[in-house]
């Protein structure tokens, strides 16, 4: 906005960072953004002319969004709230909670999201967009939903745990492929099946680029032109020395410590919220309520409290603005000045970032402005999260990391090379890197988010060290807000304590067994009575000389035998001929909500003294282990392989020892434990 600062909307290859709310420079990455970016900037239209009337209008109109989200994710799918990215993470490790991939949670999601974001409340959008994609891909795992008539037959193929799982992962990073148009960091979020991932995410890449291409002519309107890079700073022409490296090194540091307290505050809030919202439906929609007045006073409030700037001579577009676009903001100040904290409030998330990552704009924040800007984000991000709402914590910490990079940069002024703007860039990536701890895929994102390779040094020191330091004091926030909710999880690695035990130190009993040939109303009774899903099968005489494990059984099937009544009047073997009764569509993986149930199964006391062969049923090959394993080793085999249960036997007999379960290894409140992994389900003990 002066010579040396050219205004933010300029379209020169001078600048970072194309700037925000021009029509003719706008980017995009979904359908949900069009609605997010029109609704969020309807209200904002009045701000300039009659305050009270405006900040009459701006509130009801965050409040009645707010309230909107709240009411559809309370009453329909409280499993919407919050990012989902906890609940996907989840999943993937072997907790099939109710309901959080199901189609009424994809419909809230999407609209509860956008009407979360278009409040003007301090959440993201990434997060719910890694869910929706995961929900999506689930809905293709189970064949569709009857219960909606959106069913396909070629769909059966994937209805089972495996493929299902494999989708629900290469769902997840495409959303973070639609969010961020980043694809290779959508691979890298969920790396472990890199082909198939790449290749949704390849595919949201060309979507997204024909969707783009639509709109150059304008006719989006506020979504309009632009790339696939959201925050564009390749042209800037970066240049450290070793001099910049101290600072760089000192703002990794802050933003480990920063993230970690990020992180210890949202789990200490979440807490309440919870106790809260225990109390009921209208308690929980009245915290959103109360969080939307106060987030729609604070941003209202606050840029009364800096002083206004004076218009550059040179500012290619009018100063001040009035109205939608333009980011010299008027707002109260006098004719031929701006308000550069309203320029920051009153647009989306996106071009907030935008602005903060601009070259050349080094006079156009006052230290002041990124102070309290910083503040606001943090406090207000932390308390947004935790409502009955969809809400992603992504793009929240990049906007709070930004900020405090860029106040960072201001401090250290000319004592460095690095402009102010790229501060903001590093101070995004260390505020990222010690809240949520992904070095990789956070490193690739950002550069996909930037589009300039010659940050790369810069950006992995600044992660590998505020992660590093963020260790020290407590976990990622994911998995933080996984226990907060009672998500069982296994680790990528073993505790140290863990080398010391052997499965036979965690695993307990009684051990609830079939035999090869059961009696039906023993199996009615094993089901009823415990919350298991796999159940040893022995053979003792006379169908072996000695007691031997033949193999595992699964709670599904079992019930799925008893649905269908094929039993015996006599203890014998079928052998193949069992399978004359049953197709492959009997034992096909049932879908979300439609799970048989024990209970569900009429017997009369005839079929009670009747018997099934589970032989041809079995898994006559699972894996055992001796009980005198590492539980190191143990764990890993879980994770490794992503199994459901571990068979223990003995050093010496042959007879079965016991059943190791996740939640042998981990110990979870509230007597939750689980049975991974991929498509495991909770069990309450």
């Avoid at 000695?546 to 709670?555: E, K």
């Amino acid at each position: 906005m002066s010579e040396d600062a050219p205004p933010f909307q300029t379209q020169d290859h001078d600048s970072l960072t194309i700037p925000l709310l021009s029509h003719q420079q706008r980017s995009i990455n979904s359908t949900s953004q069009v609605a997010i970016v029109g609704a969020n900037v309807c209200p904002i239209e009045s701000l300039d002319y009659e305050y009270w009337m405006a900040f009459l209008v701006f509130s009801l109109s965050n409040l009645a969004l707010t309230l909107f989200a709240a009411i559809i994710t309370a009453f329909i799918s409280p499993a919407a709230a919050g990012s989902g990215i906890p609940e996907v993470k989840a999943y993937l490790n072997g907790v099939d909670a109710p309901g959080i991939l199901s189609i009424r949670t994809l419909i809230v999601k999407i609209v509860g999201s956008i009407a979360a974001v278009s409040s003007s409340l301090l959440v993201g959008k990434a997060g719910p967009m890694v869910h929706t994609g995961s929900c999506i891909a689930a809905l293709f795992g189970q064949g569709g939903s009857r219960r909606y008539g959106l069913t396909w037959k070629w769909l059966r193929f994937f209805k089972n745990d495996r493929d299902r799982r494999d989708l629900v992962t290469c769902g997840s990073a495409a959303g973070i492929a639609a969010a961020f148009r980043a694809p290779v960091g959508g691979v890298l979020w969920r790396s472990s099946l890199l082909w198939r991932a790449f290749f949704t995410t390849a595919v949201v890449a060309i979507v997204l680029r024909a969707l783009i291409d639509v709109c150059l002519s304008g006719k989006c309107g506020l979504f309009g032109k632009g790339g696939l890079i959201m925050f564009d700073v390749y042209s800037a022409n970066v240049s450290y020395h070793l001099a910049d490296v101290p600072p760089v090194l000192a703002l990794g540091v802050i933003g480990g410590i920063l993230g970690s307290f990020y992180n210890f505050l949202l789990v200490k809030v979440l807490k309440v919220y919870n106790l809260i919202n225990e109390k009921g439906i209208f308690y929980k929609i009245f915290i959103a309520c109360t969080i939307s007045i106060f987030t729609s006073c604070l941003l209202f409030g606050l840029p009364w409290l800096v002083s206004c700037q004076s218009c550059p001579s040179d500012a290619s577009e009018d100063c001040p603005t009035i109205g939608r676009s333009g980011n010299y903001k008027k707002f109260q100040c006098p004719s031929g000045h701006y308000n550069d904290l309203a320029s920051l409030i009153f647009n989306t998330n996106d071009d907030a970032i935008r602005n903060l990552f601009s070259k050349n704009t080094d006079t156009e924040f006052q230290l002041s402005t990124m102070l309290i800007f910083f503040v606001t984000c943090f406090i207000l991000s932390i308390f947004s999260y935790g409502i009955v709402a969809p809400a992603g914590l992504f793009v929240p910490v990049i906007v709070t990391g930004a900020s405090y990079g860029r106040f960072i940069g201001m401090l250290i002024g000319s004592w460095g090379n690095l402009s102010h703007g790229l501060y903001a860039v590093l101070g995004a990536a260390s505020f990222l890197g010690g809240s949520m701890r992904m070095t990789v895929s956070l490193c690739v994102i950002i550069l996909e988010l930037t589009n300039n390779l010659l940050l790369l040094p810069l950006i992995m020191v600044v992660l590998l060290v505020s992660k590093t330091v963020a260790d020290a004091f407590n976990g990622n926030v994911y998995d933080l807000i996984m226990k907060v909710k009672g998500f069982p999880y296994l680790e990528t690695h073993a505790e140290p304590y863990m080398r010391q035990l052997t499965v036979a130190d965690v695993v307990s009993g009684p051990l609830q067994l079939c035999h090869g040939i059961e009696k039906v109303g023993n199996i009615v009774h094993i089901l009823k009575t415990t919350m298991h899903h796999g159940f040893p099968v022995i053979d003792e005489s006379p169908h072996s000389e000695s007691p031997v494990l033949y193999g595992l059984i699964l709670r599904a099937h079992l019930i799925a035998l008893l649905k269908k009544k094929a039993f015996l009047c006599t203890p014998v073997q079928l052998g193949a001929d069992a399978f004359r009764h049953f197709s492959s569509d009997d034992f096909a993986k049932k879908g979300l909500g439609n799970v048989d149930k024990i209970e569900d199964i009429e017997l009369t006391d005839e079929e009670m003294d009747m018997f099934l062969d589970l032989h041809p049923f079995t898994n006559a090959s699972p894996y055992t282990v001796v009980e005198t394993m590492s539980l190191a080793k143990a764990l890993i085999l879980f994770r490794e392989v992503g199994l459901r249960h571990l068979l223990v036997i003995p050093k010496i007999s042959s007879i079965l020892f016991s059943l190791l379960l996740t939640n042998h290894i981990i110990q979870m409140p509230d007597a939750v434990t689980a049975e991974s992994t991929s498509g495991g389900h909770i069990d309450k003990a």
